[in-house]
């Protein structure tokens, strides 16, 4: 199982906007509604930011938003904030009854 | 509140055994799958194992199918990871993260990690 392509990094000043893209295949993030996101600072474990591509688990806050178009789906943080900058990983479900990480993209608030 | 601690790291050598545990706490445990994701020094996260509520399926990597097995106990809230013929690839911070859903699905909550180190 081939991981998804995510971008190593992105970055964006305090205030801005930024999308972390993460691509696959019609076998995992194209053929189901089942990608997830996680964020994890160093040395911690992931949390769980978006879920079921668009779903926000309750106190995450309204600035994370996930989306899809084909076998790409989106991570947009909006009004980025210094403690927004860390490791990002998307997941997905796949058609093997698997499921697959991104590579991770490492965000920098500049 | 939700817990997951996970346990039995260690150091292992090559070929070796071990067997991890996760106790959790503060959920229906027996309503909920279980998975395992591994870490490996200084890299990603990679999806390692799944089992459902009610330990009826489970799933695995192909990088650990056949030498990983995962079960639970669900009248001791514990879901384990038995690793055999363990390689120097294995060597990860494993943890335990409990499913949204009765099977495979998203992870929302995750142990702190138990360090496996496969080496001679």
């Known amino acids: 199982q081939s991981a998804l392509t995510q971008p190593a990094s992105v970055s964006g000043s305090p205030g801005q906007s930024i999308t972390i893209s993460c691509t696959g295949t019609?076998?995992?993030?194209?053929?189901?509604?089942?990608v997830s996101w996680y964020q994890q600072h160093p040395g911690k474990a992931p949390k769980l930011m978006i879920y079921d591509v668009t779903n926000r688990p309750s106190g995450v806050s309204n600035r994370f938003s996930g989306s899809k178009s084909g076998n790409t789906a989106s991570l947009t943080i909006s009004g980025l904030q210094a403690e927004d900058e860390a490791d990002y990983y998307c997941?997905?479900?796949?058609?093997?009854?698997?499921?697959?990480f991104g590579g991770g993209t490492k965000l920098t608030v500049l | 509140e939700v817990q997951l601690l996970e346990s039995g790291g260690g150091l292992v050598q090559p070929g070796g055994s071990l067997r991890l545990s996760c106790a959790a706490s503060g959920f229906t445990f027996s309503s909920h799958g279980m998975s395992w994701v591994r870490q490996a020094p200084g890299k990603g996260l990679e999806w390692v194992s799944v089992i459902s509520n009610d330990g009826g399926n489970s799933y695995y990597a192909d990088s650990v199918k056949g030498r990983f097995t995962v079960s639970r106990d669900n009248s001791e809230n514990t879901v384990y990871l038995q690793m055999n013929s363990l390689r120097a690839e294995d060597t990860a911070v494993y943890y335990c993260a409990k499913s949204l859903y009765t099977s495979i699905a998203d992870l929302d909550y995750w142990g702190q990690g138990t360090l496996v180190t496969v080496s001679s």
């Open positions: 019609s076998s995992d993030v194209g053929g189901y509604n089942y």
């Open positions: 997941n997905s479900y796949t058609s093997s009854n698997t499921r697959v």
